[in-house]
């Protein structure tokens, strides 16, 4: 059994976590591969001092690229077991069920065992998640069986095991950024694979800190949708499409602030000068957070944003116009100019901001 650890900044955690390893699997025949985004605390380095004596250890560091899940794809991709398990570093996750799952998994009855926090605990308390991620964590189990259609109790845990061919079937539909690996590869499944859940307890984290923030619940909300408009539209596109949704917000409230200082045109100007610069950093930090432009290439990348949005507004106003003249129906005009602009917009600051 290979065993997939993503880290980032979890170097105090190895340690505890391969001796936990060690005394839970003795008789199985396994090895650790820790997959490192290049923590800025150095936990690539440690793995790779424990893979110098231990030879069941490995460390794959991955430079200039973020993400959990392809963290964990690409381990998994790493590894010739037929058996693939996914867990935390931060000890977060029960190692002591592990010979369970395997159990389960070369049973042949499943093709995917998960780890449930929420299978036995019912409305109980899990211990390992302060009061709001309580409230979160449920919520997005709920919506992912929802989405996904099946029945799970914890759709997005983070600890599982898998028969290796499923991923390696699946590997080019893996989407690379985010915390929703689980769900991923379950909905990325030719046929829906047999799943079974196993209970136990969540426990708070090691040492360091979560690194479920706002931006992998919005990414994990937009992939939802996506889903919902079975795959019509990308993740991405819906969330270029909310933030596109707070740009006319912003629009709207520069427009009434500004109006007062002088006249309507120039201040309709200014706000749509807000609402691009707005657009372009909210997209760029949540959108496109893991290819998010810094210093020198936020302003260039702001300016390319600027000329092609200022071209799909020519495209929008051109669209409008002839439909105006051919339907005549001023509602179905303008949404149909808007949604070209909109879709010009996203098409090409994708291909050249992005
Ligand atoms: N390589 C890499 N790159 N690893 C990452 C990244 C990343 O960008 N982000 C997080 N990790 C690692 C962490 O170091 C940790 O080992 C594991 O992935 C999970 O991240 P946590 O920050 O510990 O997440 P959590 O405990 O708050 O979230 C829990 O619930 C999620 C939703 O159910 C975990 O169980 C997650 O695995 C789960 O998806
Ligand atoms: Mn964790």
Known sequence: MSIVVPTFDEAPNLDPLLRALDAALSGIRWQVIFVDDDSPDGTWKIAKQLAATDPRVSCLRRVGRR???????????????????????????????????????????????????????????????????????????????????????????????VRRELIDGAAAKLSPTGFKVLFDIISSQPEPPRCVELPYEFRPRLAGRSKLDHGVVAHYL???????????????????????????????????????????????????????????????????????KRGWALLTGYLRFCLLCAAGLAANLAVAALLQERLGIWWLSGLGGAAVGAVWNYVTTSLAVW
């Open 222 to 292: 937009s992939m939802l949708a996506s889903k919902l408009s079975r795959d019509v539209l990308s993740p991405r596109a819906v969330m270029f499409g909310l933030v596109g949704l707070t740009g006319v917000g912003v629009h709207l409230a520069i427009l009434k602030a500004t109006m007062p200082l002088g006249g309507f045109v120039d201040a309709q100007f200014i706000a749509a000068v807000a609402a691009m610069t707005s657009n372009y950093l909210i997209n760029n930090a949540v959108t496109y957070r893991d290819r998010r």
């Open 67 to 161: 993400g959990l899940a392809g963290a964990v794809i690409e381990g998994a991709l790493a590894s010739a077991a037929p058996f693939v398990a996914v867990i935390d570093a931060d000890m977060q996750h029960d190692e002591r069920l592990l010979p369970d799952m395997l159990a389960v998994l070369r049973g042949g009855s499943a093709d995917i065992v998960i780890a449930s926090r929420y299978l036995e605990a019912g409305p109980r308390i899990v211990a390992g998640l302060g009061a709001r991620r309580q409230w979160g964590s449920r919520l997005a189990n709920w919506l992912g069986r929802r989405a996904l259609a099946v029945d799970l109790t914890d759709p997005v845990s983070g600890f599982f095991m």
